[in-house]
């Protein structure tokens, strides 16, 4: 089982992403996706950049992916697209049908997790086009991805998003700008004031969701280390980590451990805890409600 360091979902500075991916570099993660997913307006980083970290992290023996944006809103967006399936280096994870449909019966590809794949024949489908790995939806239960698995397509590998706050939702208002009143073409980049999201908390002071942007985030961390092994029994080929401000590349060690089981489950669980930005849950792939923490069957 691999392990895969997602995009980053956050507007960090240049210096700070490049810091970052040095680090990873040298991390126990074996594939690690790149690129802006969340806002074209977000201007730190260029294609070449991404590019120069990928060529960086490949050196350092990994396998690099570049991430499409989730939402397109404009023509400008669908051509940074367009460039990023063209661009001839890295494979490419699609995260809308768009980007599908440029990669589609040309070159191999990552069916991202907003592509709402929940069945065979979707996943047939997809194969078909040229999908070599696939992320399920978020809220997928295990029982449901075990029922995948099992009819899953020859040569497709399978990714589980196994910690991290959960990308919930992509709107075309951006939150972080609405809440010092500002419009969204004149946000002044609110969303990089908070590199691990705005936290929204219900009027009984619960944390409840994170805002960063136009995407909407769990407040509580998704946290599957203790289902590895179950992972591992389902035919799982990956796991995702989907980096933080602080701690990402410890983060990334204990699941390492993990499966090599150099640490039992609940002792890597203990281990993470201090490094979650909020409260664990592990509710979707039990079945239950998503913020739902349940011990393992």
Known sequence: MKIALGPVLYYWPRNTLFRFYESAAASAADIVYLGETVCSRRHEMRLPDWLEIGAMLREAGKEVVLSTQ??????????AMKKIVANGEFMVEANDMGAVHCLAGKIPFVAGPHLNLYNLPSLEWMVGLGAVRWVPPLEIKRDDLSLLQQGRPAGLQTEVFAYGRMPLAFSARCFTARHRNLPKDDCQFACADHPDGLLLK?????????????????????????????????????????????????????????RTQALAPQDARARLLPLMPGAECNGYWHGKAGLAQLGLA
């Open 202 to 258: 219900t009027r009984e002071s619960e944390e409840f969701l994170v805002l960063n942007g136009i995407q909407t985030q769990s407040a509580r961390v998704y946290n599957l280390v203790d289902a590895l092994d179950d992972m591992r029994a389902l035919g799982v080929d990956a796991v995702r980590i989907s980096p933080q401000s602080n701690g990402t590349l410890a983060v990334v060690s204990i699941f390492d451990q993990a």
């Open 70 to 79: 989730v939402l397109l809103e404009s023509g400008s967006d669908v051509s």
